[in-house]
């Protein structure tokens, strides 16, 4: 059966809204962890250095630390060494509910000179080496059996099959960027290993999921040191005991408890509560108690071309200031240090079209987590 793009593009809304109302309905948080490959896929290969087994053995030790946490789930797209068709896998995230997607590989290149660690996020990109990532994890689909059917056509090495695929993660980008930094952070900061950035490529196993989605590449098997780590029992801890700590700081500055906890003050307890409350009555005020020093401020954008900070720019927003992280330039609408103010602020950016705002918290110039700020 053929489907003209709009009725494609209102089937997929449709979709999407029965999604993020199950999704509401979720008490736990949900993280759909995607070892890449598997079966006759065997993805990049060096000598005994097999990229099915690293990123199964490594998706297994970040879902084994993640099930420790009381308030996290976990769902595999795979859990064994059986080949799942790339399209199945964002189609298993969404019918789990989940609330990131996490999908794990590794690099491989006929050179034993590169090496590092680089976390996706959905996008188009010209960058050749990006392209090439993209190409390479998309030829997957060749495997399956009438791909082109499956696929619509989409050709994996044809940079024009490409350009479609960006839609439905637009409404995630800025989440799967922070959750992409908070990985790769982990990865340099705790172990040390190269950091190659957060990137940007068209990969079609994270365009399909309603949620924000990251593609993870550990390393590279085709470098003879890296490639031992990678398929080490040490090594393919220490990468899960990273992506784990991303995805708990994630979890812990967008979903934690300590997003909307308050504290009930009576009328004596402070100037504030004081003015707005008569002295004769014995009515409390809910505020949220904020750590010292701490400024919010409301992440409306992220991309890597520089914008001139003008309201025509922003959906007419003003007060948008910049901060370069990485390569990066990530865009910010205004400032308070008022959480309850800053709620109003994000409401504005979401009013105004910036769908995907969300609000970050600054201590000395630093982002810090939710749960740290709201003391």
Request: hydrophobic share 35%; proline share 2%.
């Amino acid at each position: 059966m053929k489907y003209s793009h709009s009725k494609l593009f209102t089937l997929l809304t449709l979709l999407f809204l029965s999604v993020s109302v199950l999704a509401q309905s979720n008490s736990k948080f949900r993280v759909v962890l995607d070892p890449g490959h598997g079966g006759k896929d065997s993805g990049t290969n060096h000598g005994k250095n097999v990229e099915k087994d690293i990123v199964l053995a490594v998706a297994l030790e970040v879902g084994k630390i993640l099930k420790k946490e009381s308030d996290i789930e976990v769902v595999y797209t795979r859990d064994s060494d059986v080949f799942v068709a790339v399209k199945e896998r964002s189609v298993m995230a969404n019918n789990s509910n989940g609330n990131v997607f996490v999908s794990i590989h590794c690099n491989g290149v006929n050179s034993n000179a590169a090496y590092g660690t680089e976390t996706y996020v959905m996008g188009l990109s010209k960058n050749k080496s990006n392209l090439d990532v993209a190409k390479t994890e998309n030829s997957v689909i060749m495997l399956e059996d009438d791909y082109k059917t499956q696929y619509a056509g989409f050709d994996p090495k044809s940079p024009e099959s490409i350009i479609g695929l960006t839609l439905i993660q637009e409404d995630y980008i800025h989440q799967s960027i922070d959750l992409a930094s908070r990985v790769q952070d982990s990865f340099t900061n705790d172990l040390k290993r190269k950091n190659r950035g957060v990137k940007q490529g068209p990969f079609w196993v994270l365009h399909g999921a309603f949620m924000p989605s990251v593609l993870i590449e550990l390393g590279f098997v085709s470098n003879k040191e890296e490639g031992a780590y990678l398929s080490s029992k040490k090594g393919q801890k220490e990468l899960a005991e990273s992506i784990a700590t991303g995805i708990i700081q994630y979890k812990k500055a967008y979903y934690s408890n300590g997003v909307s906890s308050s504290v009930t003050v009576k009328e004596n307890q402070s100037k504030e509560v004081k003015k707005t409350t008569p002295a004769k009555e014995k009515k409390t005020v809910t505020v949220t108690k904020v750590s010292k020093g701490v400024v919010f401020k409301v992440q409306i954008a992220a991309s890597t071309r520089v914008l001139a900070l003008k309201p025509q720019n922003f959906k007419g927003l003003k007060n948008v200031t910049m901060i370069k992280s990485g390569n990066l330039n990530k865009y910010y609408y205004s400032e308070t240090s008022s959480y309850d103010e800053a709620e109003k602020l994000l409401k504005e950016a979401k009013d105004k079209g910036h769908s995907s705002s969300f609000i970050v918290p600054f201590k000395n110039g630093k982002i810090i987590t939710l749960e740290e700020a709201l003391k």
